[in-house]
T-cell receptor, first 113, second 119 residues
Framework: NAGVMQNPRHLVRRRGQEARLRCSPM?????VYWYRQLPEEGLKFMVY????????ESGMPKERFSAEFPKEGPSILRIQQVVRGDSAAYFC???????????FGPGTRLTVT | AQTVTQSQPEMSVQEAETVTLSCTYD???????LFWYKQPPSRQMILVIR??????QNATENRFSVNFQKAAKSFSLKISDSQLGDTAMYFC????????????????FGQGTILTVHP
């Protein structure tokens, strides 16, 4: 049973470009969560999604950030017009419906130059 | 809002010895879960142990155990017989749950404690 997959593992973008981060949950998991980790800090919750629904986006910046989890395919975290402050590690986690343990992917390290 | 505090930025221990990492949290909720996650240099987040707030018995997973003091809002992690592979950043995390135990999904993390195990 493959774990949570994230790609790319490393992503470099120039200021003003768009970043698209992908997350494929564990097989059988229909709940996906995105977290951001700034250097030397803990993980901060961004958004919680189920298939085709955003359940909680209280941690998402109001502008430039969006997330989706379509019926088919991976969950996507999209950052438009990236700025240097967006440089961070972005982690995706998934859980089974009704289960509260979240399993994390390896993360995507975004660097904005 | 919930907060999680880890007051020890760094800890070190000799191989085969025991170490305890501290965590306190603040919440007005009665139903919740607490977790310890490990992040080794690979940066992969690994679940170490989980505790349900309604359970008085402390959770144990092999060499890892917790001391859960609900009234004091304290949730420390004890690592026995420390191994070199335990070297990592350790994060304490909180998750709110409803009365039926269904989680609300959002994990709130502490700042982390860097643990170094010396040979």
């Amino acid at each position: 049973n493959a774990g949570v997959m994230q790609n790319p593992r490393h992503l470099v973008r120039r200021r003003g470009q768009e970043a698209r981060l992908r997350c494929s949950p564990m097989k059988g998991h229909s709940h996906v969560y995105w977290y951001r980790q700034l250097p030397e800090e803990g993980l901060k919750f961004m958004v919680y999604l189920q298939k085709e629904n955003i359940i909680d986006e209280s941690g998402m910046p109001k502008e430039r950030f969006s997330a989706e989890f379509p019926k088919e395919g991976p969950s996507i975290l999209r950052i438009q017009q990236v700025v240097r402050g967006d440089s961070a590690a972005y982690f995706c986690a998934s859980s089974y419906r009704g289960n509260h343990e979240q399993y994390f992917g390896p993360g995507t390290r975004l660097t904005v130059t | 809002a919930q907060t999680v505090t880890q007051s020890q930025p760094e800890m070190s221990v000799q191989e085969a010895e025991t170490v305890t990492l501290s965590c306190t949290y603040d919440t007005s909720e009665n139903n919740y879960y607490l977790f310890w996650y490990k992040q080794p240099p690979s940066r992969q987040m690994i679940l170490v142990i989980r505790q349900e707030a309604y359970k008085q018995q402390n959770a144990t997973e092999n060499r890892f155990s917790v001391n859960f003091q609900k009234a004091a809002k304290s949730f420390s992690l004890k690592i026995s017989d420390s191994q070199l592979g335990d070297t990592a950043m350790y994060f304490c995390a909180f998750m709110k749950a409803d009365a039926g135990g269904t989680s609300y999904g959002k994990l709130t993390f502490g700042q982390g404690t860097i643990l170094t195990v010396h040979p």
